[in-house]
T-cell receptor
Framework: DTAVSQTPKYLVTQMGNDKSIKCEQN?????MYWYKQDSKKFLKIMFS???????INETVPNRFSPKSPDKAHLNLHINSLELGDSAVYFC???????????????FGNGTRLTVT | QKEVEQNSGPLSVPEGAIASLNCTYS??????FFWYRQYSGKSPELIMS????GDKEDGRFTAQLNKASQYVSLLIRDSQPSDSATYLC?????????????FGKGTHLIIQP
């Protein structure tokens, strides 16, 4: 009964390919996120969704497209992969949203993407 | 630009001593503060949260918050080798709601047996 699960754990692909990462949470949280952690371990938010609605879209290339079919799922599709996309991508969820701000993030196990 | 600053380390502490980790943040309206621990190759896990000025203790961990100085710290008493990890400070700004947390770059802590 994993709280936040994401697949795949590892993804190795060539430049120019398109790939997807899936995420599901069973915590009943209203908000889900994608974070990117680079080689220097810096965690940076990419997107957040609250009840299937896009809330945050940081300065991310439009090759990255999130999709939330329902509030328990948030997927990330990446087109035309580039070498610089290599990183660990973490899905997370929280109860935050609206006036609720003091809710921590619960992270999935991460997807290590390597673009060759 | 919201910023959360941490000393990247490595911070080396002998086993049994107190490890002190520090964090400053730029947004004066920040409301919620969190410490995460991340082992190499693993996901961040929440170890402490603090919302009001002062100290908050949980086992060997104490979080300290000073909003006037925009400063958060984490103390780890009786440090163990298993505490060796990267510690991430995270902040949720005023009205953050679903905006997520802003993370510092982390402090790499090494506990020497």
């Amino acid at each position: 009964d994993t709280a936040v699960s994401q697949t795949p754990k590892y993804l190795v692909t060539q430049m120019g390919n398109d790939k997807s990462i899936k995420c599901e949470q069973n915590l009943g949280h209203d908000t889900m996120y994608w974070y990117k952690q680079d080689s220097k371990k810096f965690l940076k938010i990419m997107f957040s969704y609250n009840n299937k609605e896009l809330i945050i879209n940081e300065t991310v290339p439009n090759r990255f497209s999130p999709k939330s079919p329902d509030k328990a799922h948030l997927n990330l599709h990446i087109n035309s992969l580039e070498l610089g996309d290599s990183a660990v991508y973490f899905c997370a969820s929280s109860q935050a949203g609206g006036i609720v701000y003091n809710s921590p993030l619960h992270f999935g196990n991460g997807t290590r993407l390597t673009v060759t | 630009q919201k910023e959360v600053e941490q000393n990247s380390g490595p911070l080396s502490v002998p086993e049994g001593a107190i490890a002190s980790l520090n964090c400053t943040y730029s947004d004066r309206g920040s409301q919620s503060f969190f410490w995460y621990r991340q082992y190499s190759g693993k996901s961040p896990e929440l170890i402490m949260s603090i919302y009001s000025n002062g100290d908050k203790e949980d086992g060997r961990f104490t979080a300290q918050l000073n909003k006037a100085s925009q400063y958060v710290s984490l103390l780890i008493r009786d440090s163990q080798p298993s505490d060796s990890a990267t510690y991430l400070c995270a902040v949720n700004e005023e009205g953050g709601g679903a905006d997520g947390l802003t993370f510092g770059k982390g402090t790499h802590l090494i506990i020497q047996p």
